[in-house]
């Protein structure tokens, strides 16, 4: 298989370059190829004739997105005009299309589990460029596109370089610089272990199911309070209600969305359930292994 991974130096990226290493792989970023410059793509494209397309671009941050005008512009232009683009790549070169989106997609009002039909209504500028780029891949599925469109939401795992730190990292880096931790307990999602989402790519590939939407995350939910008592606990570093590391005593409170003033609003449950697929291991059991690894 010809691949054309896109956005390899982020946290998915990195981590689908190594689990796709043994393929006929050319694992790129914005500085070898700009996917919002449409003739460059196509150029580009014409030049490795992918059979494959794997998009792992994306422009996430939440709440610079919502405040910040420009920073809406170039989210909308990398979410979802890009996405056309890439799209159409596909079309032209007979490729499949493996692009990544997000629980953000939905209000979060349902009260259970979202499966892969339900009808998405973003409550934010970044929920609302990560819908239009879904829509563009499923416009161009009427069209000929060949895609898998995965959901997925609370990456966490190893990066270095571009990537950024994930939850884990910085409720670590927090605990060992602040007496007492805060961490929102009416937010319900499911983390997901780069890893695991990455292994799930590959095994898509492989079994190749009907074309379509897919929710990939892993099993479970939780709060972002549960997720980081959970990293405390794991790395041995929480007790009881306190956490303990380096000889102090940090306490670690619940608090509302409310509390933490944002300037986008979040879903308040946004658990994406797989009906397509069996479901991925519990969260807990891939935080211990990513934890145990650092």
């Known amino acids: 298989m010809r691949i054309l991974l896109i956005g390899a130096k982020g ?39 992918p059979e494959i397309i794997i998009n792992a671009a994306a422009y996430n941050a939440v709440d610079e997105v919502e405040e910040n005008d420009e920073a809406a512009k170039q989210a909308f232009v990398i979410n979802a005009e890009a996405v056309g683009y890439l799209a159409e790549a596909s079309i032209d070169h007979k490729a499949l299309l493996i692009h990544f989106s997000t629980d953000y997609v939905f209000d979060g009002i349902k009260g259970s589990p979202y499966v892969e ?26 069209r000929g596109l060949k895609y898998y469109l995965i959901r997925t939401s609370r990456l966490f795992g190893k990066s270095s370089g571009a990537g950024k730190k994930t939850f884990v990292d910085i409720v670590l880096g927090a605990a060992s610089q602040k007496d007492e931790l805060q961490f929102i307990n009416d937010e319900i999602a499911s983390p997901t272990f780069v890893a695991d989402l990455a292994a799930a790519v590959k095994e898509l590939l492989v079994s190749q199911p009907a074309l379509g939407i897919f929710h990939r995350t892993n099993d ?4 972002w309070y549960e997720f980081a008592k959970a990293v405390l606990n794991e790395s041995d570093v929480y007790a009881a209600d306190h956490a303990i590391l380096d000889r102090k005593y940090i306490n670690v409170r619940p608090i509302t969305g409310k509390d933490l003033p944002r300037p986008a609003r979040r879903p308040a449950y946004s658990v994406l359930k797989s009906t397509k697929l069996p479901p991925l291991r519990h969260w807990r059991e891939a935080l211990k292994e990513y934890l145990n690894s650092r």
């Open 11 to 49: 946290l998915l990226g990195q981590t689908l370059a190594n689990v796709l290493k043994t393929e006929d792989l050319a694992a790129v970023d914005r500085d070898v190829i700009d996917i919002t410059d449409k003739i460059a793509l196509q150029k580009f494209c014409r030049e490795v004739n």
């Open 220 to 223: 479970g939910s939780c709060s």
């Open 117 to 142: 039909d339900d009808p998405p209504k973003p409550i934010s500028a970044y929920g609302r460029s990560k819908y239009e780029g879904e829509q563009v891949i499923l416009k161009n599925g009427r």
